[in-house]
């Protein structure tokens, strides 16, 4: 599945009652020989997000992500994430474009030098996106195409790895031979993500690992698991009927178990879970498809869903041991909004919760970093949390100089990866000084049809802070919105509509001042201006672009909030 979602603020707050994970945890509470820190942490990635609390319950330290959009987008998107749900490295899938992946590869691999989090570039469904390469663009040997983009991924940085999706029965594809994939090329794999696309497939699947193995010889396999009611998106077998329920429930953990063999044999290196979402099955946005789900069916696939992952849990338990004692912050990262210089915020409460199976001993809660004398705290937290509870941190925010200011909340204690730290933000405003921000600094459009509109984002708030005077115009699409004084805040929305399969990119700028360059914004198709050096630069279309820029008495710096949207082509990933 292509494409980052960008958590909203709900969606980053943990679900507080897990019931039936907590069940289990009561049989750690009243089971004594349990040690105080967890025997393993389990190799376990997810594709998407998922609360805080199943974070550390899964251990996460790796995570999956799609963007087929450009690589300076998407490093704004994977550091975002990396911020929000604490892990340290993305496994990252971009689109398979003859025009475009090797070259955004090969920026991947010159940002991958000074942000280490970027640990792996890759395709996801790599036979499908040959097929189609070879169908909708003419090209006869697609595999070229991977070729280019692996040796890009390894230009700048040869220890980026590189990695791609495959099915059981894309084992024995064409698209895999020597005359389109040489050996060669094939050699330079590092990892595959080997999935299952029919259910009763799974009991073979140390079989297909073999297979895998034979194909790409370096390659170390992840075993994807489909880890949601997938009734409705495929039959259980080849030209077959669905699966019941029950068969549903009971091949997905007879697949899970033998790959939690393969793990510990260290014939597969790890365990991937498509989707994320754990905590947040009922808001998977892909439920809204009935292709995934019959709308009838919802609350089944919903429940069903909740149900597999019981059983995964359980699972892992039983294969790891309990995980001990667990650190979970919520939200995260913690961002203030504008504050004076000199000037104290309300508090902000950061909630920390132990999920875990036995008590939390806390040494030490403190804030450090760069600006860390412009935030303090207060928390209620005992020495010791108990499973299952929580305590406070109140944080507040006194910025010393006028920007952005950073620091972070760090929490040392005996729980896995400890310390564990969280990102504080805020901005110091000056007041006497007119200023424009942006409280969305990225919007990012779920694919859409071609020749369709989606519906609109909201662009975010514009806050302005003036003291003495100061009139700010903002104009998107043409149209000059209300003027805003102080006090006043003003929603955006933004539409992105699809001409072509081409990758688009749009943004929209706010200048403040009255001199200085226009920015441009892609944002409608039935007006024409031309499109600065910087952008034609970035963007093969730099045609049909339409004004966007804010106005303001004073001269200040501009922020910017990207918007970022691709049409869906071809099968989709399941």
């Not at 998407?74 to 749900?85: F, L, R």
């Not at 896995?416 to 200023?435: F, V, Y």
Request: contains cysteine; positive net charge.
């Amino acid at each position: 599945m292509e494409g980052i979602h960008v958590l909203s603020k709900a969606q980053r707050q943990p679900r507080r009652h897990v019931i039936w994970y907590f069940a289990l945890l009561l049989i750690g509470l009243i089971t004594p020989q349990f040690p105080a820190q967890a025997q393993t942490l389990p190799p376990i990635l997810t594709w998407w997000y998922n609360t805080p609390d199943y974070n550390a319950i899964l251990g996460l330290t790796n995570m999956r992500l799609g963007c087929s959009s450009t690589p300076d987008f998407c490093m704004t998107e994977m550091e975002q994430v990396v911020s929000s749900q604490d892990i340290q490295r993305i496994n990252l899938s971009i689109r398979m474009d003859p025009a475009t992946s090797a070259n955004y590869a090969a920026q991947f691999s010159q940002w991958s030098l000074t942000h280490p989090f970027l640990y792996d570039v890759g395709f996801d469904d790599l036979v499908d996106r040959m097929w189609h390469l070879q169908n909708d663009y003419g090209i006869a040997q697609p595999g070229t195409v991977v070729t280019d983009t692996i040796n890009a991924t390894k230009s700048a940085n040869p220890s980026l790895k590189f990695s791609a999706t495959m099915y059981e029965e894309q084992l024995g594809s064409p698209f895999l031979a020597d005359s389109n994939l040489p050996p060669s090329t094939r050699a330079n794999f590092d990892y595959i993500h080997l999935y299952i696309h029919y259910r009763q497939d799974g009991p073979n699947y140390a079989s297909y690992v073999q297979q895998t193995k034979a194909i790409f010889p370096n390659a170390k396999i992840i075993a994807g698991a489909y880890a949601y009611d997938r009734i409705d998106y495929l039959p259980c077998s080849p030209g077959g009927i669905p699966c019941t329920a029950q068969q549903e429930q009971d091949l997905f953990q007879q697949l899970l178990l033998i790959q939690l063999n393969e793990l510990k044999q260290g014939i597969v290196g790890q365990i991937e879970f498509f989707p994320g979402y754990f905590g947040l099955e009922a808001q998977w946005p892909y439920w809204s498809e009935a292709r995934r789900c019959q709308p009838t069916r919802l609350p089944a696939c919903i429940a069903n869903t909740i149900a597999m992952r019981q059983n995964a849990l359980q699972d892992l338990t039983s294969a790891f041991g309990p995980p001990g004692p667990l650190t979970s912050l919520s939200p995260r990262p913690l961002q203030f909004p504008v504050q004076n210089v000199a000037t104290t915020s309300g508090a902000s409460t950061v909630t920390l919760n132990n999920p875990g199976t036995a008590p939390l001993n806390i040494s030490s809660i403190a804030i450090a970093g760069g600006n860390s004398s412009d935030f303090s705290q207060q928390n209620s937290c005992p020495a010791t949390l108990a499973p299952n509870s929580n305590c406070s941190i109140n944080i507040k925010f006194s910025p010393a100089a006028v920007g952005t200011r950073t620091a972070q909340l760090v929490v040392t204690d005996n729980a896995r990866r400890s310390p564990h730290s969280m990102d504080l933000s805020g901005i110091g405003a000056s007041p006497t000084s007119p200023q424009l921000l942006l409280s969305a600094t990225a919007l990012g459009f779920q694919d859409q049809t071609v020749g369709t509109k989606s519906a609109p984002l909201a662009a975010g708030s514009i806050e302005q802070e003036i003291r003495r005077s100061g009139v700010l115009t903002f104009y998107v699409a043409g149209r000059c919105q209300s003027s805003l004084r102080s006090s006043i805040t003003s929603l955006t929305r933004v539409r992105c509509k699809r001409e072509s399969v081409t990758q688009r990119s749009p943004s929209i700028r706010a200048r403040t001042g009255s001199r200085g360059p226009q920015r441009l914004c892609r944002l409608s198709p039935d007006t024409n201006a031309a499109a600065p050096s910087s952008w034609r630069s970035r963007n093969s279309d730099p045609t049909r672009y339409r004004a966007c820029r804010a106005r303001e008495t004073r001269r200040r710096p501009d922020r910017s909030t990207r918007v970022s949207g691709s049409p869906p082509r071809g099968r989709r990933r399941s």
